[in-house]
C-alpha cells in the first residue's frame, strides 16, 4: 500500500530542486544553514508536488482522545494518497465531511530529524548527540501508538560527503537494532549541495517501522 521508496523518490526531486535554486539565486545560505522547522515547508511541497496529500503536525491516535486540540504530541507529517483529506475522529461528524477522508490508520506518519556535520559555527559538537537521542525517542513514539500501521522515520543527514554519512548512518542502525528499535533497512538517495559550511552531500535515509509490540513477540 505504501512504497518508501516513492516517498524517498520525492524528497530527492523537491530537495534538488531547491537546493539548485538557491544556487542560481547565489544565496549565501544553502539547504543545510536552514533550521529543521524551515525545511519542513520544503519537504510538504516536495511531497505534494509528488501527489501525496500532506497534513503536518497531526496529533498522534493515541492523543485524539484528549479534549483540546492544543494537547497531545504531534507527528511532523501525515501522508494520504492521491491528495486525498485525512479523517479526524476527533471531529463532530457533519453533512459537509468529505466521504473519501482517508482513517488515521491507513495514512502513512511520517517523523524528522535533520542533522548536520558542519554549521555556520564550525563543526557541529553536538552532531552525535543529536543524530541519536532525538532520533531515537520518535522511533519509539511512532512504534507505540497502536493506532498507526504504516509509519517511518525520516533523516536528513547534512555532512561533508558520502563516507561519512554512510558511516554514521550504519553506526546509527547497528545502535538502534541493538537497542530492539522495531526499525528496518533505509531507502537512501544522495544530493550533493555546493559546499557553503564543510557540508557537501545531503543524504536522505527513510527508515520504515512497525509496531513496537510485534518486534517484542
Request: charged share 25%; net charge negative; aromatic share 6%.
Amino acid at each position: 500500500m505504501w512504497s518508501i521508496a516513492d516517498i524517498a523518490d520525492a524528497l530527492e526531486i523537491g530537495l534538488t530542486h531547491k537546493a539548485e535554486q538557491l544556487d542560481k539565486e547565489h544565496a549565501v545560505g544553502g539547504l543545510d544553514s536552514l533550521e529543521e522547522l524551515d525545511l519542513h515547508p520544503i519537504i510538504a511541497t516536495a511531497l505534494d508536488e509528488a501527489g501525496f496529500g500532506v497534513h503536518r503536525e497531526q496529533r498522534y491516535p493515541a492523543d485524539q482522545i484528549k479534549r483540546k486540540r492544543s494537547e497531545g504530541e504531534r507527528c511532523d507529517f501525515v501522508l494520504t494518497h492521491d491528495k486525498l483529506p485525512l479523517a479526524i475522529p476527533s471531529d463532530v461528524p457533519t453533512l459537509f465531511d468529505p466521504p473519501n477522508a482517508i482513517p488515521l490508520d491507513e495514512a502513512y506518519w511520517l517523523e524528522v530529524k535533520v542533522v548536520y556535520q558542519y554549521t555556520e559555527d564550525g563543526p557541529n559538537h553536538n552532531y552525535t548527540s543529536s543524530l541519536l537521542t532525538p532520533s531515537r525517542r520518535d522511533v519509539l513514539k511512532l512504534s507505540k501508538d497502536t493506532g498507526i500501521n504504516h509509519r517511518g522515520l525520516l533523516i536528513l543527514l547534512f555532512s561533508q560527503d558520502e563516507r561519512v554519512a554512510e558511516h554514521d548512518l550504519a553506526q546509527w542502525l547497528h545502535g538502534a537494532l541493538n537497542h530492539n528499535l522495531p526499525i528496518s533497512s533505509p531507502s537512501l538517495r544522495d544530493i550533493a549541495i555546493t559546499d557553503r559550511l564543510g557540508n557537501a552531500l545531503c543524504k536522505i535515509a527513510l527508515y520504515p517501522l512497525h509496531s513496537y509490540e510485534k518486534s517484542m513477540l
